[in-house]
């Protein structure tokens, strides 16, 4: 057991769910690797009595029992490559906890969108080889330890790390592979990443200021203008990092924007409207403030809304 891979997935939510699922399935035909997976409380005991559950038209048999499974990250042992798969506002509380669990040689794979998530990880774990990455999927949790998916298959686009450019990521493609993931290794991800981001970020936030829909913001003039204005903060953002989105990606988000149905709802939208304490307003808001603080870079629509939304729900 000792020369096999060791996987961790840590999070079984929509995409931890997916993704774990895909590579625990296929490694349950070869055994080629040693798959953990981490869950709490309700999803821990559903997950280690009846196996995790994907609910998906490109499986069969949508049952996969992982070679582990821990209720805790201090549980688990030597791990050579990490799927972070949790939401924003658990990151730093988990990168703390893997802090006396990665090795030398652990790989972290955070599979989580966002444009701080790489810089946060490595202000926490300075000296560990970390993929930046983006993911794209439907999915969701049905109830705890099953995940449905619909639409098209997930996909993972990841890249190398600049701290860490010579790290042999090989075994890692080959394991994909193996999980028929669909993915996109690249030398740099950053583009990629801050092209979902400005999406997500712009969509979300204006979404949950006026709890309306990803339709409404392409079609009512005055949310279509303040998702404008965030994306041209982003967009500025990025070229004084140096990373360079296409000319027309504010063109470009609105029309991938109107591929969805009219009446979708964004997760920040749901979160903030449905009185979570917890959302992640400072992944999409937080990051872009605080970066355009540390690039000298307006971000007024941003803040206001930032502050708006705040304002209306005392809670966040």
């Known amino acids: 057991m000792m020369n096999k ?13 997916y993704f774990g699922f895909k590579i625990n399935q ?3 035909k070869n055994k080629q690797y040693k798959i953990s997976f981490v869950a709490r409380a309700n999803t821990y005991a559903t997950v280690k009595e009846k196996g995790l559950t994907l609910l998906s038209s490109e499986y069969e048999n949508s049952s996969t ?8 990250i201090s549980a688990i042992k030597d791990p050579d490559l990490i799927l972070i798969c949790v939401k924003e506002y658990d990151l730093e509380d988990v990168c703390t906890q893997l802090s006396n669990t990665i090795t030398p040689n652990t790989i972290l794979l955070p599979m989580m969108n966002g444009a ?4 946060r990880i490595r202000a926490l774990a300075p000296n560990t080889t970390i993929l930046p990455s983006c993911v794209y999927v439907a999915s969701h949790i049905k109830e705890k330890g099953i995940v449905a998916h619909k639409g098209a298959a997930g996909k993972l686009i990841l890249g190398k790390d600049e701290a ?5 990521l090989e075994w890692i493609v080959a394991l994909l592979e193996n999980s028929k993931i669909d993915f996109e290794l690249k030398e740099n991800a950053q583009t990629a990443i801050w092209s979902k981001f400005i999406f997500i970020a712009s969509f979300g936030l204006v979404t949950a200021k006026h709890n309306s829909s990803i339709g409404a913001v392409c079609t009512v003039a005055s949310q279509k203008e303040e998702a404008t204005q965030i994306m041209l903060e982003i967009k500025t953002i990025a070229a004084k990092k140096g990373i360079l989105l296409a000319e027309d990606i504010i063109q470009k ?6 591929t969805f149905p009219p009446t979708t709802p964004t997760s920040l939208q749901l979160d903030v409207h449905s009185g979570k304490n917890k959302t992640e307003l400072e992944l999409f808001a937080g990051a872009v403030i605080t970066y355009g603080i540390l690039e000298n870079s307006a971000t007024v629509c941003t803040k206001r809304i930032y502050d708006e939304i705040k304002a209306a729900h005392k809670n966040l």
Not at 65 to 72: F, L, M, N, R, T
Not at 116 to 119: A, E, F, P, Q, S
Not at 164 to 168: D, L, M, T, Y
């Open 164 to 168: 860490h450019n010579s790290e042999n």
């Open 65 to 72: 029992y992982p070679d582990a499974i821990y209720e805790h």
């Open 116 to 119: 701080d998530i790489y810089d």
């Open 253 to 258: 988000t609105f029309e991938k924007a109107g």
């Open 5 to 17: 891979k060791h996987i961790v997935i840590i999070g079984l939510g929509g995409v931890g769910g």
């Open 26 to 28: 296929a490694n349950e």
